[in-house]
């Protein structure tokens, strides 16, 4: 009896194992636009652009190489009981040639994040549990990125892409003759044989952008104003995991065998990137420059990410043997989180103090707003989140024509952040909850340009 408890339980055990508990980068990459609040659609062209807009890449004035380290701390709260949540670390880097094609300036750019070191490493979400499912269980995954922009104008940018999420489905069966338990350890004789066929899927998505210079402001006096508007888009992008297994053979009770076929399969949301579109705009005034971004993520289309599964198990019990099997059941339909659009508000500054004529400080803060899409009830599921308060401080030391065997520039940036999210009151299926938490974040950068 033990043997089929222990099968017909394998579906559920799959479904609802904890893989991970980390949340993902949420505040850009690259410590100079993580300090400025991730206000940088429509800021310079670096190597990070082509995470924030890929049209910056033809703008900017070198070629660059970008690695960065970050870390992060979060604690959220449920009802005044620590979740604790993990924390991460990952690494960065983004690569941007620049050249002419036709008489036009091109450039190309190539970026990856890879967090905790995993490759991919994913958490699935049970209906009956409360989680911070935007900030606990989000998957740690290589997100690679590639885009390709040009200037056919002075004052036009143009950029476009793609980005790449991956992830597994497999399956796998076993047959053979599974032993009753006798108290003797006669289960450990069991027969059994096994075999596993999986697949690596990626996810693709797409991303564009553009960049406008506009005429200076104040032109004729002695600081003008140089301003432009950047705007970026980048489609939605969706991970399922699908694990489907058979398992076929007898159940050997001694006196009898009784043939048995087992099948399910699980099926989970492992990663959502809802659909984005921002706009931003950059001021600069000598050593000044402030950044404005507002963006707009549709959120509505998250789909639950609550695990699903469905069972069938058929056993030839003979009759008036007391073998209860338990009731087979359907894969049920995918259905929405019932989260809803959100608007984000992001906003940074920078002041560059020069120290020689080769060298500059940079000084730089930053605030983002980021309302959470989780509804105030539901029957759904209980998937908690709370709106969040970003503020973020950094510097960087840029060092230029040092000799003439080093690069142009060698630019070296940290950045701190801290975010607060505020105690939130959410009803979910019968139980009021309270959510509130906080994350600390630290990184650093080094960008090499050249050519």
Partial sequence: MRSVAWLCALPWLLASTRLSAAP???????????????????????????????????????????????GASPTLKTDQQDTAAAGLHSLDGALLGRGRFLGIPVGFGLG??????????????????PRWVLRETLPELLELRAALALRPLRWLSLGGGAGFLATTRGGFEVTGDAIFADGKGAEYDSQLRHSVAAELLSSRYLVFG?????????????????????????????????????LRGNVDAGFLQIPVRYRF???????????????????????????????????????????????????????????????????????????HDRFIWRAGV????????????????????????????????????????????????????????????VELDAFGLYGHLPNRRLERQGTTFQAKGHVVSAGLSLSVSGG
């Fill in 350 to 409: 920078e002041r560059s103090v020069s120290l020689s004529g080769a060298s500059a400080l940079l000084l730089r803060a930053g605030y983002a707003f980021l309302p959470s899409p989780a509804p105030q009830s539901s029957e759904q599921a209980q998937l908690l989140d709370a709106s969040e308060h970003v503020f973020s401080f950094g510097s960087g030391v840029a060092l230029q024509r040092l000799a003439r065997w080093l690069p142009h520039q």
């Fill in 24 to 70: 993902t980068h949420q505040y850009g990459l690259g410590a100079r636009a993580t300090a400025l609040g991730g206000a940088v659609t429509g800021d310079a062209g670096n190597a990070a652009s082509v995470f924030y807009n890929p049209a910056q890449l033809s703008l900017a004035p070198a070629s660059q190489l970008l690695l960065g380290y970050r």
């Fill in 112 to 129: 990856l994040s890879l967090t905790n070191g995993h490759l991919s490493r994913v958490e699935s979400v049970r209906a009956d549990e």
């Fill in 210 to 246: 553009a960049q406008l210079r506009l005429p200076p402001l104040m032109p004729q006096s002695p600081a003008p104003i140089n301003w432009s508007i950047g705007l970026s888009f980048r489609d939605e992008a969706a991970l399922n995991q699908a694990l489907r297994g058979t």
């Fill in 265 to 339: 399969d699980a099926h989970s949301l492992v990663a959502f990137q809802p659909r984005q579109l921002a706009l931003g705009v950059s001021a600069q005034q000598q050593a000044w420059r402030l950044n404005v971004d507002v963006g707009f993520e549709q959120w509505s289309r998250y789909p639950s990410p609550v695990a699903r599964s469905a069972a069938h198990i058929e056993a030839e019990v003979p009759a008036g043997l007391p073998l209860a099997l338990p009731p087979n059941t359907e894969l049920p339909a995918a259905t929405s989180a019932g989260f």
